[in-house]
Nanobody
Framework: QVQLVESGGGLVQAGGSLRLSCAVS????????MGWYRQAPGKQRELVAV???????NYAESVKGRFTISRDNAMKTVDLQMNSLAPEDTAVYYC???????????????WGQGTQVTVSS
């Protein structure tokens, strides 16, 4: 079955950096959009950054200039380099992807299990 597995979360001091990674596995035919969302305690899940297969990128305004998304289409992975981290970046970060799997000819949306990022002041 299709799996999205995140790694790289953890504790970091304000001003520091972390790099998150997400790997897609299973009987995947092609991956369209890949990216990251996050959810802080008591708040709704919000978009952080997404990248299409062709390289078009959309960042949340709050992370522009600090975070960088990148993907490897052949390896079916997507990374998020997070610099100048602040306490307000503390959240569970979720990898997401729109893909085709198995014999399906339609796009299906998948989510990873999430990885915790905590930024201390």
């Amino acid at each position: 079955q299709v799996q999205l597995v995140e790694s790289g979360g953890g504790l970091v001091q304000a001003g520091g950096s972390l790099r998150l990674s997400c790997a897609v596995s299973g009987s995947v035919t092609i991956v369209n959009t890949m990216g990251w969302y996050r959810q802080a305690p008591g708040k709704q899940r919000e978009l952080v950054a997404v990248e299409s297969r062709s390289g078009d990128i959309n960042y949340a305004e709050s992370v522009k200039g600090r975070f960088t998304i990148s993907r490897d289409n052949a390896m079916k992975t997507v990374d998020l380099q997070m610099n100048s981290l602040a306490p307000e970046d503390t959240a569970v970060y979720y990898c997401t992807a729109d893909l085709r799997a198995g014999d399906s000819d339609s796009w299906t949306h998948y989510w990873g299990q999430g990885t915790q990022v905590t930024v201390s002041s």
